[in-house]
């Protein structure tokens, strides 16, 4: 098991910047890849961004540009910095991570309970 905690998440203006953070924890020498997904009301959840232990990136396009995701394996930790927050924005956070069901690594498998981030006008 693999247990995700998530920070950072508050109230910004417009073109402001936030940092969420994801701490992991349990047994996390099984992952590899760890990510970010968010969900405004009445929409489906969305990858927002996603690094592998290597540090390969993967990006949704409305982000590219403004959001960079990093990871600090050492401290078992991954970072969303979010620069030029747009309203659009506004959602709940997930922290996500790959997990194995039976033989095959599925991402997302874990995830964080959330974080709210507000852009406000």
């Known amino acids: 098991q693999v247990q995700l905690v998530e920070s950072g998440g508050g109230l910004v203006q417009s073109g402001g910047s936030l940092r969420l953070s994801c701490a992991a924890s349990g047994s996390i020498s099984s992952v590899n890849t760890m990510g970010w997904y968010r969900q405004a009301p009445g929409t489906k959840r969305e990858l927002v961004a996603a690094?592998?232990?290597?540090?390969?990136?993967n990006y949704a396009d409305s982000v590219k540009g403004r959001f960079t995701i990093s990871r600090d394996n050492a401290k078992n930790t991954a970072y969303l910095q979010m620069n030029s927050l747009k309203r659009e924005d506004t959602a709940v956070y997930y922290c996500a991570a790959d997990g194995y069901s039976g033989s095959y690594s599925t991402f997302p498998y874990y995830w964080g309970q959330g974080t709210q981030v507000t852009v406000s006008s």
């Open positions: 690094i592998t232990s290597g540090g390969s990136t």
